[in-house]
């Protein structure tokens, strides 16, 4: 078995609150012996199941890591039956950059699993979330917004599972977690991500997206709040119920189909022509790409390929060829 390159202080079978880092060696230009100290919590208390919280999966999405670092100051583990794994700032090198990607290596963490344990330090913390934190857990709640390119409905997410035991238990945790809406998105196949990696451990896996611009959403800092501490009740970590107040589109579960993304072909700047929530029709008017340096060409319109909620709108308004300006959630058959 290849030895991984990480060392942490933190003892993951002792009780009461730990905080400290995991450290991966990292040696770059300005520092030959230097590390990347991610930091990391456990809280445990007796017996019950073991739940990670991973905040910061991309370094532009503010409210998981927010509520993340509440819960590592504030929570008694006395309040608490089972076990913690809190990692508020895994891709902490985006987190400080407060960009997608690692600065160190250009990798987006969430397209890098199961990793490398010997490999770039992006490729060590998904090997390490992967091979370590995984076996360990019995839940994983991943915690996203839009980031700086989207604005998105607050909403929990489904990775979705070929079991469909697995799935009733996914859609159980994600009504807990009362968003405005629960979409299914399997981020057009690609299994590298943490949760479709979770969903292969076969851990009950959650994931969020919570509002997004590169900005922090006081109504998405409110929800996120309370949507992991419904979690925790739900996985049987604390006592009580969830609450139920959030849900705005409580008619079904919403999935991303193929017909989901609306791209630009061109480079410009985009105008969308509705709202987040609206409904729309496919062939309706989305959106206009305009072209500023040449006011003889005519906007390019984008129409929607598809009925149901507008859920995604681009952000910052200046587009290339291939971005993602408008994703649409539409209702899950009954």
């Known amino acids: 078995m290849t030895k991984q390159a990480w060392q942490t202080d933190i003892d993951f079978d002792k009780g009461g609150k730990q905080t400290g880092f995991i450290r991966l060696p990292y040696s770059g230009h300005d520092d030959a012996w230097g590390v990347v100290p991610v930091p990391i919590a456990v809280i445990s208390n007796g017996q019950g199941p073991t739940v990670i919280l991973q905040g910061g999966n991309h370094g532009d999405e503010y409210e998981g890591p927010i509520i993340l670092g ?32 690692s600065p160190i290596d250009g990798l987006n963490f969430n397209r890098t699993f199961p990793g490398d344990p010997l490999g770039s330090p992006t490729m060590q913390l998904s090997s390490l979330v992967n091979d370590f934190l995984f076996p360990m857990a019995h839940a994983f709640v991943d915690l996203h917004s839009g980031g700086s390119s989207l604005s998105i409905i607050p909403s929990a997410i489904i990775d979705p599972s070929d079991d469909p035991a697995l799935n009733g238990k996914f859609e159980n945790a994600a009504a807990a977690f009362d968003a405005p809406m629960t979409v299914i998105i399997s ?58 107040t959030d849900s705005r589109f409580p008619e079904s579960v ?52 598809t009925d149901g909620i507008l859920y995604g709108l681009r952000h910052p308004g200046r587009v290339r060829a291939g971005n993602c300006c408008m994703v649409v959630a539409s209702r899950c058959p009954a």
């Open 254 to 305: 919403y999935e991303l189909t193929a017909r989901a993304h609306h791209l630009s072909e061109d480079d410009g700047v985009f105008e969308p022509l509705h709202n987040l929530g609206a409904e729309v029709r496919a062939g309706q008017a989305a959106g206009r790409v305009h072209f500023l340096s040449d006011p003889r060409r005519a906007p390019k319109q984008l129409n929607f390929a």
């Open 187 to 244: 981020n057009r196949g690609d299994p590298r991500t943490s949760t479709a990696s979770a969903v292969r451990a076969g851990l009950v896996t959650v994931g969020t997206e919570l509002g997004g611009a590169g900005t922090v959403s006081p109504d998405a800092v409110r929800i996120c709040r309370k949507g992991v501490h419904n979690l925790l009740r739900h996985f049987g970590l604390m006592e009580g119920s969830p609450t139920r």
């Open 70 to 101: 509440e819960i590592v100051r504030d929570l008694d583990p006395g309040s608490i039956s089972g076990r913690l794994i809190i990692v508020p700032a895994i891709n902490l090198p985006a987190v400080n950059a407060g960009q997608r990607v």
